[in-house]
């Protein structure tokens, strides 16, 4: 079945950029959107970006100039950078995927990776 | 951005019991509605999508309903594994992903 797995660094400088990767096992990328979602220690989730397999992107506004998701349907994984990175950003960060259902855009998260703890210390 | 309350923020039951958990949308989301279950240091895990659909696997005790702006999860009677938290997320394609504050069910 098909598996995703976040990968990075744990721990950035204030400043500094993030970046982590979401490698996609067990299937293809083709006709799904990819997610990445993050969450603070003890609070709720944040949706970061989300790209389509050909490549298109939607963005929160709330972060919107400091991030870039981007895929690479060759090695079966999506990417995403979050730059001039504050205590704020310290979080787990998920990548998920949208189903192909019947919405008008992407559908709920079906397949979450187990996380990735970033913190942003100096 | 569409904003997603979820009330109560905390709920206490005993096994056995129905529970109840209201999540309502700043404005009309249709049906685009899902429901996540989360343990801790473990990942979101889908329940509920469309607001009433059943993702496969998830037990028949668990049910969705609502559209709009007011929307509902049920648990029919509560199991020793669904000690955990619940969220809303509306997915209406032309707001912003986002997602309720969270509903931690805990033992009486």
């Known amino acids: 079945q098909v598996q995703l797995q976040e990968s990075g660094p744990g721990l950035e400088k204030p400043s500094e950029t993030l970046s982590l990767t979401c490698t996609v096992s067990g299937g293809s990328m083709t006709g799904y959107y990819w997610s990445w979602i993050r969450q603070p220690p003890g609070k709720g989730l944040e949706w970061i970006a989300y790209?389509?397999?050909?490549?298109?992107?939607n963005y929160n506004p709330s972060l919107k100039g400091r991030v870039t998701i981007s895929v690479d349907t060759s090695k079966n994984q999506f990417s995403l950078t979050l730059s001039s990175v504050t205590a704020a950003d310290t979080a787990m960060y998920y990548c998920?995927?949208?189903?192909?259902?019947?919405?008008?855009?992407?559908?709920?998260?079906?397949?979450w990776g187990q996380g990735a703890m970033v913190t942003v210390s100096s | 951005d569409i904003q997603m309350t979820q009330s109560p923020s905390t709920l206490s039951a005993s096994v056995g019991d129905r529970v109840t958990i209201t999540c309502r949308a700043s404005?009309?989301?249709?049906?685009?509605l899902a429901w996540y279950q989360q343990k801790p240091g473990k990942a979101p895990k889908l329940l509920i999508y469309k607001a009433s659909s059943l993702e496969s696997g998830v037990p028949s005790r668990f049910s969705g309903s609502g559209s709009g702006t007011e929307f509902t999860l049920t648990i029919s009677s509560l199991q020793p594994d669904d000690f955990a938290t619940y969220y809303c997320?509306?997915?209406?394609?032309?707001?912003?992903?986002?997602f309720g504050g969270g509903t931690k069910v805990e033992i009486k």
């Open positions: 998920a995927r949208h189903p192909p259902r019947d919405a008008p855009g992407p559908d709920a998260f079906d397949i």
């Open positions: 997320q509306q997915y209406n394609n032309y707001s912003p992903v986002t």
């Open positions: 404005q009309s989301i249709g049906s685009w």
């Open positions: 790209i389509l397999y050909n490549g298109d992107t």
